[in-house]
């Protein structure tokens, strides 16, 4: 993993160091000068969090700005504590490579202009608005708080509106108090009432019979489409989600 983030990075207005440990990272803060960490959570010898406080604590390295780079479950309390000790923070998966590619340039002002074509195509691509998703309200539901924060990335980026429900009821509430919600993504494999149910609920709506629903399913089984579709969802993707296909179906619905 090192090796890939290093060969993202890597140019030649970048010197890059490695450790690979928490108690390793930290003494290199403390016997050099750098202008940006990349931190996993997951160290052998301590978690990424107590890295981050021990920087923190420190008078010397506390403002080197950390942009943590994480496949691991969130909660929202970890959520709220990373926000508040990190610069930012990238969830592996969804569009990751890009994004960590983007947050670790604005970070360091890199000349966008002097980086080799495929990194300056790399970030446009992750940067070019949307004309169909500008100013858009989309409703994300989901459970697990990092789906969330990905897709919220993702789409905020793009001058979306993002609404967020982590459960069935709460998206309907959610859907009642903002009647411009213009599209709907919906995990369905939730706790108590799942998506499916909560889609039939939706539908028997008169006012939602037409919202664009794009149903988000972990297990890629078959007749998951057509059981989806039969709920009511207008489209279907498989997790994880695929950023360019997304967008695609997005685009698709809105541009409708």
Partial sequence: EQLSITELLRHDDLDIRTADGG??????LRGGTYDCVVLDLRLP??????VLQRICDDHAIRDVPVVVFTGKELSSEDDSQLRALARS???KGVESPERLFDE?????????ANLPTHKQEMLERLHRSDEDLLGKQVLIVDDDVRNIFALSSILERRGMKVFTAGTGRQAIEMLSANPSTAIVLMDIMMPE???????QVVRANPSYRRLPIIALTAKAMKGDREKCLEAGASDYLAKPVNTEQLLSVLRAWLHR
């Fill in 104 to 112: 670790t340039a604005l970070v360091l002002h890199r000349v966008i």
């Fill in 23 to 28: 108690a390793k990272a930290i003494d290199a």
């Fill in 193 to 199: 009432m799942d998506g499916y149910r909560t889609m």
């Fill in 89 to 91: 923070v990238v969830v």
């Fill in 45 to 50: 010898d301590m978690s990424g969090f107590e």
